[in-house]
T-cell receptor, first 111, second 114 residues
Framework: GENVEQHPSTLSVQEGDSAVIKCTYS??????FPWYKQELGKRPQLIID?????GEKKDQRIAVTLNKTAKHFSLHITETQPEDSAVYFC??????????FGTGTRLTVIP | DSGVTQTPKHLITATGQRVTLRCSPR?????VYWYQQSLDQGLQFLIQ???????AKGNILERFSAQQFPDLHSELNLSSLELGDSALYFC?????????????FGEGSRLTVL
């Protein structure tokens, strides 16, 4: 089955700096890669996603890149703000329609 | 508010017991997914139902079972509970049989096994 690895597990940045979270996946048939943000005690919520026919997607301060050949994708957050502090999960959707999540990255933005 | 409703929000029980978690999907969504989130762990996919039928299965233990009813609500049954089953159980829903966009999560049911 699919195996999604996510790094780092924790990340601390100064407010205004950039944050990068990286994920790799194993199933070459995976074709949809969403990122979810989970604030403390809350439900995960989709913040951005990318499909396998696109290499990069940007939404304001958030961008995601995908390298299908290398089977890795990354989340980039620029100009970080304290409200960006949360746990971020990457995920990969397999051909069998199973959405596998990474183990999460706890991002802390220091004011 | 995602529109996905889960009950109960919190549940404390003892080892060996059985519990049932309930989920109502968003209006119009036919697929229901169950995920387990243990402390400091990621989201482990358990099972998916679409319009009453099982569609995909993840790492769901044999002690666990689920079903989706004609009104589309779903129940996750956990039996012979062990300490390690303590976790946050999320239900999520989407419109179709294949996930093509956002998965809408409920607020979760926190299960504590003592």
């Amino acid at each position: 089955g699919e195996n999604v690895e996510q790094h780092p597990s924790t990340l601390s940045v100064q407010e205004g700096d950039s944050a990068v979270i990286k994920c790799t996946y194993s199933d070459s048939a995976s074709n949809y890669f969403p990122w979810y943000k989970q604030e403390l005690g809350k439900r995960p919520q989709l913040i951005i996603d990318i499909r396998s026919n696109v290499g990069e997607k940007k939404d304001q301060r958030i961008a995601v890149t995908l390298n299908k050949t290398a089977k890795h994708f990354s989340l980039h957050i620029t100009e970080t703000q304290p409200e960006d502090s949360a746990v971020y999960f990457c995920a990969a959707l397999t051909g069998a329609n199973n959405l596998f999540f990474g183990t999460g990255t706890r991002l802390t933005v220091i004011p | 508010d995602s529109g996905v409703t889960q009950t109960p929000k919190h549940l404390i029980t003892a080892t060996g017991q059985r519990v049932t978690l309930r989920c109502s999907p968003r209006s119009g969504d036919l697929s229901v997914y169950w995920y387990q989130q243990s402390l400091d762990q990621g989201l482990q996919f358990l099972i998916q139902y679409y319009n009453g039928e099982e569609r995909a299965k993840g790492n769901i233990l044999e002690r666990f079972s689920a079903q989706q009813f004609p009104d589309l609500h779903s129940e996750l049954n956990l039996s012979s509970l062990e300490l390690g089953d303590s976790a946050l159980y999320f239900c999520a829903s989407s419109e179709g049989t294949r996930l093509t966009g956002e998965l809408f999560f409920g607020e979760g049911s926190r299960l504590t096994v003592l």
